[in-house]
Structure formats: structure tokens, C-alpha cells
């Protein structure tokens, strides 16, 4: 057994066992319905997760800041990745469990014994409205904050805030009339060897330092540069040029002024940053010739629509799901899927994109799209059901027993 279904199969049985008022039937389609549900969510996120750690760590380590960050950084897109998750993984769960109950005749089992494809449902839709009221404040709360904090570490990582960004080998201007070059770097312990550092003088001047090793640092609102210095030299030269003086130190404390780091902007300036009472709140106040007021508008549509989506993949999962024992169709899945990942695609890259713009209005452009998503899975629905009662009638008449009536002489002898 895969070794996450153990915990998979606890959590369900918590769940399920939380309910007393319901029936045996409705906690069995619950189960097999959690269980495959549970483990698409943690497989899809993880790998979404682990496809943008990766170039989290390579964009991290090019700008020279502590892999601590990428941790922080990765906790703000788990409810980004978790919004895409949710819907295929509630769409996986429910296709699965009535594939499996299709394959092993329960499903025929349960229909013998007066028990409908809509109260076979009825559990699964309790599961979604639940699943819908968690994507909904996602999609609608949490994921603004959440983007925001990760556009604002983003940031600190680039402007400095979490450490200056000295290349080896290269000659840097960390502030007004003061370069700095590094020959090599240790990643581990800041130190740094072949130190050369030019400053210039208020009055024309100029200072010029090397070293043979350092250490760096900056003070903890990265306001000053440290500079631990040993087996260095520091070169004075005056304004006119005329005059140098030398000195040689063992070793040396060196601070250097660093210029104030920029301040984020404030949360806002984009619709996918703001909270559906922020958009709401927007659109009541600006007129429709307001600037972002077409891209505020698509995003409340957005935040409507994404939660409804959990109402039709019951409908789709279903069709989907259900297939013939002696005629299983391995496409199905397939198909659902893909019906699935062209619909959100359409959706949000299409649909969205030219509300946004003010093309097209949101009532055309996506809930016609939501619409002809609504239309397709029923009739792919119908169509399963009639299918699957079809195959049971015939499955009935190919097992009745055949009698054959002797002949009448044969019976007189």
C-alpha cells in the first residue's frame, strides 16, 4: 500500500466519525471519495511546491541571500498552489472512488438496493460545499496577503534588506564615492580575501585600502558595512594628487555608511493583492472610467467563480468516473482531466485577461466560459448514466439461466 494512505485513511475515519447523523451509505461514499481526495492534494502540492523551490533556490543564491528565505518564501505560495490543487484533487477524489466502486460492482450493488446516482451524491456534495467555503476564503482572503508577503520578500532579497550583494570580482559602488571589490568569498562564513576598497574624501581626496583577508558584516538595520580587516594598508591621497601617505596595520575595523534601503510599496496597487471587501469596497467608489476598475471588476468575478466550480465537479467526476466492468474505458480519466485543465486555462488566461482589459464584459467572457463548462459536464453526465444503466440490463440478460423445453416425444418416451 502507498505508505501516505496510511495517514490518509486516519484522517478520513476522524472525518467521518465526526458526523453520527449520517448513514452507513453516505460514510462509505464519503471514504472512498477522502481517501484518494487527500492524497491528490498532497501529491499535486508537493510537486507544484517542489517545481518553484527549485528556482526559489537559484534566484536566492544569485542575489547572494540567506536560504532561510526561501522557506518563508515557499509558506507564502503553498495557499496560491493549494487554490490550484484543491479543485483537481476534489475533482480526482470523486472520478476515482466511482471508478473504483464502477470496477468492482458496488455501484450496481448500491443501485439494486434503491439507492440513486443523486443520493450516491448526496455525501459527496457535503464534502464540496465544505471544500468550496475553503477555496472561497482562500481565494478571497488569504491569497492577497499571502502574494503580498511574497512579493515583499521578493524584494528585500533584491534591494539589499536581508544583506548587501557584493559579486567576487567585481567592483561594486555601494554608496556615494566608495567602491569595493572582493577576490574571493566564502558563502559559509563571510569572509573574504584580496580586499580593495576606494574612498573618496569630502575635499577632493582619496582613500584607498586593501587587504589580504576580512571579514564582512553590516549592523542589524543594514544601515552601516563592517569591516574586519588583517594584513592591510591604507593609502592616503590628497586633493591635488601631490601628497601620499601609507599606512600598514595588522589588523583593522572599517565602517561604511550604506545608502537607506527603499520601503515597499503598499499592498493594493494590484487586484490579486486585494481582498474581495477591498474590490467591492473599489468599485463602489470609482467610477467605471477609473483606471484599474475593468481589472478590479474581472477579479471579483474571478473570486465568484472559482468557488462555484466545486458545484459542477461532482457532475463531471461522476461522468468521468463511471464505467462498464466488462467495457472499462481507461480515456475517461483522461479526458476528465483535460476537460478540467482546458476549462481553467480558458478561464483565467482567456476569459479573465480580456475582462480585465475591458474587451469584453466579465458576464460574457467568464461565466459563458463557466457556462459551457456547467452544459458539457451534464450531458457527458447523462450520457455516462444512461450507459452505465444500459450495461446493467444487458450484464442482467447475459447471466438470466436459459431454459430449454424438451421435445414432445422425447417426453412422451
Known amino acids: 500500500m502507498f505508505p501516505a494512505a496510511l495517514p490518509a485513511r486516519r484522517l478520513v475515519r476522524l472525518f467521518t466519525g465526526a458526523f453520527p447523523f449520517m448513514h452507513l451509505i453516505d460514510r462509505y461514499i464519503l471514504r472512498a471519495v ?35 528565505v526561501v522557506w518563508r518564501m515557499l509558506a507564502n505560495l503553498v495557499p496560491h498552489y493549494f ?40 455525501p459527496v456534495y457535503m464534502l464540496i460545499v465544505l471544500l468550496m467555503a475553503l477555496d472561497f476564503l482562500l481565494v478571497a482572503y488569504v491569497q492577497p496577503f499571502a502574494r503580498y508577503k511574497y512579493q515583499e520578500i521578493r524584494f528585500d532579497v533584491t534591494s539589499g534588506a536581508l544583506g548587501i550583494k557584493i559579486p567576487a570580482g ?69 586633493a591635488l594628487g601631490d601628497k601620499i601617505d601609507t599606512l600598514d596595520s595588522d589588523s583593522f575595523d572599517l565602517e561604511l555608511d550604506l545608502p537607506a534601503i527603499g520601503v515597499f510599496r503598499d499592498r493594493g496597487g494590484d487586484e490579486r493583492e486585494a481582498t474581495i471587501n477591498e474590490i467591492v469596497r473599489y468599485l463602489r467608489a470609482e467610477p467605471p472610467t477609473a483606471e484599474l476598475y475593468s481589472d478590479y471588476k474581472a477579479g471579483l468575478h474571478w473570486r465568484i467563480l472559482h468557488p462555484l466550480t466545486f458545484l459542477v465537479l461532482p457532475i463531471l467526476g461522476v461522468a468521468m ?55 458539457l ?5 447523462s450520457g455516462s448514466i444512461d450507459q452505465a ?25
Request: charge should be negative; aromatic fraction near 8%.
Open 83 to 122: 487554490g490550484l490543487a484543491l479543485p483537481l484533487g476534489a475533482f480526482l477524489g470523486i472520478m476515482l472512488a466511482f471508478r473504483n466502486l464502477s470496477m468492482s460492482s458496488e455501484l450496481d450493488a448500491l443501485s439494486s438496493s434503491g439507492a440513486s446516482f443523486g443520493r450516491l451524491m448526496r
Open 321 to 375: 468516473g463511471v464505467t462498464g466492468r466488462r467495457r472499462a474505458s481507461n480515456l475517461k480519466p483522461v479526458v476528465g482531466v483535460a476537460i478540467l485543465i482546458v476549462y481553467h486555462e480558458i478561464l483565467e488566461e482567456w476569459g479573465m485577461v480580456v475582462a480585465a482589459k475591458g474587451e469584453l464584459s466579465p458576464l460574457v467572457s467568464m461565466w459563458g466560459v463557466f457556462f459551457i463548462f456547467v452544459l
Open 377 to 381: 459536464s451534464a450531458f457527458l453526465y
Open 389 to 413: 444503466r444500459s450495461a446493467k440490463v444487458m450484464s442482467r440478460r447475459t447471466e438470466e439461466t436459459v431454459r430449454i423445453a424438451a421435445p414432445a416425444a422425447d417426453a412422451a418416451e
Open 170 to 238: 567585481e567592483f561594486v559602488e555601494i554608496s556615494d564615492g566608495v567602491t569595493i571589490r572582493l577576490g574571493e568569498i566564502n558563502a559559509e562564513t563571510r569572509e573574504a580575501r584580496d580586499i580593495y576598497l576606494e574612498r573618496e574624501a569630502s575635499d577632493g581626496g582619496k582613500t584607498i585600502i586593501t587587504a589580504r583577508y576580512g571579514s564582512i558584516s553590516t549592523t542589524p538595520e543594514i544601515s552601516s558595512l563592517l569591516l574586519k580587516l588583517q594584513d592591510g594598508r591604507q593609502v592616503f591621497i590628497n
Open 34 to 68: 477522502a481517501t484518494p481526495l487527500i492524497l491528490a492534494l498532497c501529491v499535486a502540492g508537493m510537486l507544484l511546491l517542489m517545481e518553484h523551490m527549485l528556482r526559489l533556490f537559484d534566484f536566492v543564491l544569485a542575489e547572494q541571500g540567506p536560504v532561510d
